[in-house]
């Protein structure tokens, strides 16, 4: 097998870039460019690298096979963060005898040399693509071989009950039974459970990966654009006095503590009567439309509203998640502002009952020009769009998984079928497709052509 090369960081300026070589030529080729070693031996150390007419400090993780990443020689430089000197020591390496490596060979050979498994490959690509606190806990789970042990169970069932109907088959003129209907019946429903209770957990992973789109909607003029300004760190949409600036639905992505969100600004909505006329004019009626449209759509509705507006609460579509009164550095409104719909968003009836009568958003005041409230703000976001604590127990599955499982379901759901019909033959042929179609999922039945189609989308240096 040949020795590959790649830049195997992030690109970009940081405080180190990473280049790594794997294979029977790693360790030669790597220490063709070493000088001035600040110390002997080891596996990890100091020195100066010479390449390219010109020498660099840089250490150097050396990985005997078979104990290193991918099972092979590996060796890692860690250079100076300069993403141009990391090209040029990628560019002596290849001139050395390594050729670039191909995208996710790094752990393609892992898998091939036995020291991962499949869905611990995949995990490596979840990892790397995870967007917030929860899919990068899904995707550590998966590469730290959850799935796998989650599997090896109903594998182990199934390859066990198998062996014995395949027996009894064999020995089926002796009147000898191995297994009752009902031991079998009992035995595959516990392994349709646990597939069952394993694609509930991929469900969950899917909901996670899905990027929350949170709505601020508001009368015009409410301080929906400021607000979303000041959220995204920079001036995404224009800010004006003047009521009705935004015409059209502007979007874009916060990071909150525990992931990428899509803040979206809503033109103001009008309620009817409120726009000058008598009627809406097209393009009036259209942004609308389009505002209810986005309200309709968002998994978070942010209700917007001028601490200085004394009209009732604006009427939308849906209960929205939470009420934020804008511009709280200006002066604090008269208590007659607020109105008879305004005090029950509090919780309690109007006529002073003390029984809440529905369920009502939380109010913040925040102040997007001084910053007042804008913390509290985005910890309320965030417990909105990722739950008030991180779910546990779920996995990435990818559509792969997803797949294989579903497709052991249903030659499950035909085995019950055989128990019942007493066809020990075709009992045992749907039972070999259950095996296979797990197997699949950790690699122990998996085409050429299906490892390509995985491993080919993992980035470079993987």
């Given at each position: 097998m ?8 992030a ?15 790693a ?5 063709g ?5 600040e ?12 390449f390219?007419?010109?020498?660099a ?97 109903p ?5 066990d ?8 088959i ?36 899917e ?22 300004n ?7 949409a ?14 874009a ?28 004019d ?19 509705v ?18 929205p ?22 005090k ?30 804008m ?8 417990a909105?769009?990722?739950g008030e ?10 559509v ?5 499982v ?24 749907e ?28 980035c470079?240096?993987?």
């Open positions: 040949d020795t590959i090369a790649a830049i195997s960081s690109v970009g300026p940081a405080a180190r870039i990473i280049v790594r070589l794997s294979g029977p030529q360790l030669r080729i790597a220490g460019m070493r000088v001035h070693p110390a002997k031996g080891g596996s990890a150390f100091r020195c100066r690298l010479s390219a007419n010109l020498v400090p840089s250490w150097v993780y050396l990985f005997r096979a078979p104990r290193s990443y991918t099972g092979e020689d590996l060796v890692e430089l860690h250079l100076p963060g300069s993403p141009v000197l990391a090209k040029m020591m990628l560019e002596e390496l290849l001139k050395s005898g390594a050729r670039p490596a191909e995208p996710g060979e790094f752990t393609a050979r892992a898998y091939f040399n036995g020291r991962i498994d499949l869905t611990e490959a995949e995990g490596v690509a979840a990892t790397i693509a995870a967007g917030n606190e929860q899919e990068l806990s899904a995707a550590r789970r998966l590469l730290a071989g959850e799935l796998a042990r989650r599997i090896a169970g594998l182990d069932l199934i390859a009950t198998l062996a014995l109907i395949e027996v009894g064999d020995f089926s003129e002796e009147d000898v039974s191995f297994l009752s209907p009902d031991e079998l019946a009992e035995r595959i429903r516990r392994i349709d459970e646990a597939m069952r209770r394993l694609l509930g957990d991929g469900a969950r992973f909901r996670l990966a899905h990027e929350p789109r949170v709505v601020l909607a508001g009368r015009p003029n409410a301080g929906k654009s400021t607000l979303l000041a959220l995204a760190g920079h001036e995404r224009v800010v004006s006095p003047i009521a009705g600036t935004t015409r059209d639905v502007l979007s992505q916060i990071v909150l503590s525990r992931g990428i969100v899509r803040v979206i600004d809503a033109s103001g909505i009008e309620e009817p009567g409120d726009e000058p006329g008598t009627s809406m097209e393009i009036a009626g259209k942004m609308r439309r389009q505002a209810l449209r986005a309200v309709e759509e968002a998994d978070v942010v209700l917007v509203r001028d601490v200085q507006d004394s009209r009732p609460q604006l009427e939308l579509t849906r209960t998640s939470l009420v934020v009164r804008s511009k709280a550095d200006v002066a604090q409104p008269p208590s007659a502002v607020f109105d008879r719909r305004s029950s968003m509090g919780g309690f009836p109007p006529d002073g009952g003390t029984q809440p009568r529905v369920a009502v958003p939380q109010v913040l005041d925040v102040s997007a020009l001084s910053g007042a409230g913390d509290r703000l985005g910890e309320r976001l965030d909105l769009c990722f604590s991180a779910p546990h127990g779920s996995l990435a599955l990818n792969r998984h997803i797949q294989a579903n497709e052991a379901c249903e030659a499950l759901r035909r085995a019950a079928d055989r128990v019942v019909a007493g066809a020990p033959e075709l009992l045992a042929l039972l070999r497709e259950v095996l296979d179609h797990l197997g699949g999922v950790v690699g122990r039945v998996s085409p050429d052509d299906l490892l390509g189609r995985i491993f080919s989308t993992f470079v240096g993987k």
